[in-house]
């Protein structure tokens, strides 16, 4: 990681005026097309919601404002961002939170992603791994699909840990579609790179075959 020195910063007047701003964060909401990743992983033997996060968080370490962080209060950028995911425990109707790092192959990612699930048994949460801030919060909502969603969270003004959260993707018009939604830091985040995130989000959703 590496600290940004804040007077050289092209980001320098925004980050100072959210940084002091009592509710820096902010929620979007989108629609996504996931049809061809629906019909990729059905066809490798995949699980979806594991996809998604790979397919994810492969855009969000590609955009540097995402990778942004509090250390102390003062901002930090990390090498990467990993994700930190709601999980069913098996045989239950109890979730847990799994943490590992991304790989950078989506099959690896997978199986890496459902071995540590399954180590972790029914240990709701693993909290020396969480106290990690190289993470991306990310949960599901399969059962329906949304308009608007709010996560549980500190009322902390130097958490700058973007959270994702998607629904059940419905079917229209011979497409899946999908609701997703993304809570990010005002001092670090932007319109713009939302923008970019979910266009470029939606380009690589339209590569799988």
């Not at 990681?1 to 005026?17: C, G, L, V």
């Not at 045989?91 to 192959?105: E, R």
């Not at 990690?132 to 919060?137: E, G, N, P, T």
């Not at 840990?161 to 011979?174: H, M, R, S």
Request: proline share 3%; hydrophobic share 35%; glycine share 4%.
């Amino acid at each position: 990681m590496n600290k940004i020195h804040i007077d050289s910063w092209s980001r320098k007047e925004t980050y100072q005026f959210y940084q002091h701003v009592d509710l820096p964060t902010y929620l979007m909401t989108f629609q996504l097309d996931v049809t061809k990743l629906y019909h990729y992983v059905k066809k490798e033997g995949l699980s979806f919601y594991l996809s998604m996060i790979h397919t994810l968080l492969d855009i969000m370490n590609s955009i540097e404002n995402f990778k942004y962080r509090f250390i102390d209060a003062e901002p930090y950028l990390m090498d990467m961002i990993h994700p930190s995911f709601t999980d069913q425990i098996e045989g239950s109707d109890q979730f847990k939170i799994v943490t590992l790092n991304i790989d950078s192959d989506l099959k690896t990612f997978n199986h890496k992603a459902k071995e540590k699930s399954k180590l972790q048994g029914s240990t709701f949460i693993d909290l020396k791994e969480e106290q990690r801030i190289d993470l991306v919060y990310i949960t599901s909502f399969p059962w329906a699909s949304y308009t608007q969603v709010s996560h549980a969270k500190n009322l902390d003004k130097y958490d700058a840990i973007p959270k994702c959260c998607w629904g059940k993707f419905e079917d229209i018009q011979g497409k899946k579609i999908m609701p997703f939604s993304i809570e990010v830091h005002h001092a670090f985040v932007d319109g713009l790179h939302i923008g970019k995130l979910i266009t470029k989000l939606q380009e690589k959703l339209n590569q799988f075959e």
